[in-house]
């Protein structure tokens, strides 16, 4: 199955296929026109460090993670929490997340209210924290949110 790096271009770990607007990604292009190529269930892990912040179209990007992730694949992500100054400093961030917002993926209670969600998943681990001291320094929190697709 594939590994792949969602905005990876400069940082992917080692294993990984990396998705970028940016050389030198593996896939380069829009990440819906990379993920809308990919066959479904083709994809094993997805990871998106300092990416879904990036994204407008939440619900889109919920749907195609979730599209192309195998049963039982994981999704990897670290985001800029809004509980945080990080979540909306950077000029090109259009999307705030906090440990919340994986409520809508993770409980039919709050996916019901987001009717084009298709998205389901279960919760491997979520959690707010500062990932250093500058990062502390500075109120930049992130939410880590480690999700299992269900199908």
Known sequence: MLALD?????SSPSGYLSVDLLEPA??????????????DSSVGVIRAVDLLEHISDKVHIANEIH????PDGMLLS??????????????THV?????????????????????D??????TSRAVTFFPSDFHREHDISY??????ALK
Do not use: E
């Open 117 to 122: 969600l298709t998205a389901k998943f279960q």
């Open 26 to 39: 593996d896939y380069v292009g829009d990440i819906f026109d990379v993920l809308g190529a990919m066959p």
């Open 67 to 70: 599209r192309v992730l195998a």
């Open 78 to 91: 670290l985001t800029p929490s809004t509980d945080g100054r990080g979540a909306w400093q950077d000029p």
């Open 95 to 115: 999307a705030g997340y906090n440990i919340n917002s994986f409520w809508y993926l993770t409980d039919i209670a709050y996916a019901q209210y987001v009717p």
């Open 143 to 148: 939410v880590k949110a480690d999700l299992i």
């Open 6 to 10: 969602l905005g990876g271009a400069h």
